[in-house]
Nanobody, 117 residues
Framework: VQLQASGGGLVHSGGSLRLSCAAS????????VAWFRRAPGKEREAISC????????YYADSVKGRFTISRDNAKNTVYLQMNGLKPEDTAVYYC???????????WGQGTLVTVSS
């Protein structure tokens, strides 16, 4: 099983990026998918999640109103649309797919987002 996160890059403050999380050997529609990030010198932070059980979504306060998580089941891909980027959004972003019964989870390799001021 592989998760492939992509779409990171360098963007100016206020700009936008769309991250993608694609899966092989895993049908993401059946899984809860989350985006995490780790900024330099900081702990890993969960920033958004979309439940594979009831479709509910979660956003951290730091990204609420700016980031949107979505799915394209035909492409077996989950996206994170990031608008209004700020320098403090600079981090390596990871996607995670998980189920709870039995507990299983998979991580993508991370994609770097750098926001310049």
């Amino acid at each position: 099983v592989q998760l492939q996160a992509s779409g990171g890059g360098l963007v100016h403050s206020g700009g936008s990026l769309r991250l993608s999380c694609a899966a092989s050997e895993l049908f993401l529609a059946d899984w809860t998918v989350a985006w995490f990030r780790r900024a330099p010198g900081k702990e890993r932070e969960a920033i958004s999640c979309n439940s594979g059980i009831d479709g509910s979504t979660y956003y951290a306060d730091s990204v609420k109103g700016r980031f949107t998580i979505s799915r394209d089941n035909a492409k077996n891909t989950v996206y994170l649309q990031m608008n209004g980027l700020k320098p403090e959004d600079t981090a390596v972003y990871y996607c995670n797919a998980r189920k709870y019964s039995p507990p299983r989870d998979y991580w993508g390799q991370g994609t770097l987002v750098t926001v310049s001021s």
